[in-house]
């Protein structure tokens, strides 16, 4: 599962801030418990302590196939039959919206899991920070 590596593969992500930046990276000491992990400037570099980030700061963690996505492609509802779990449309305080399949939603915890519902989305799943969406809507 992309963002779940600890033995040093680093997995491709696009971290989203609350105050509208991106910055594109590596990691592979993510976990939703956490309040914060590492983001790496190359897969395998020469700067193993990484950046710290901390997950109040974020809206979203998008765990990346190839780190050439759309900004603007958010994805649509109709373009991919369900897959697992409930289909969602979270939205974001800036406008962003994110279509997809959301895994284990709770409430209590920091986040959850979509799988984008465009198969064709570079993303491979998204984490959403729960608090700092604006509305999280089942669809």
């Not at 509802?77 to 919206?97: C, I, M, N, S, Y």
């Not at 959850?112 to 993303?123: E, L, M, Q, T």
């Amino acid at each position: 599962m992309p963002g779940y590596n600890n033995t040093g593969n680093r997995s491709k992500a696009v971290v989203a801030y609350l105050d509208g930046r991106r910055q594109k990276g590596y990691v592979c000491d993510f976990s939703p418990q956490k309040d914060c992990f590492r983001l790496f400037p190359e897969q395998n570099g020469q700067h193993p302590e990484g950046a710290e980030v901390q997950m109040s700061e974020l809206k979203a963690i998008f765990f990346d196939r190839n780190f050439t996505g759309n900004p603007e492609d958010h994805g649509s509802e109709e373009l991919a039959q369900p897959g697992q779990g409930r289909r969602a449309e979270v939205t974001f305080h800036d406008g962003e919206k994110i279509v997809g399949d959301a895994g284990t939603y709770h409430p209590e915890r920091k986040g959850f899991f979509v799988v984008p519902a465009d198969p064709r989305s570079s993303n491979l799943r998204v984490f959403i920070i729960a608090k700092n969406a604006q509305q999280i809507r089942w669809i």
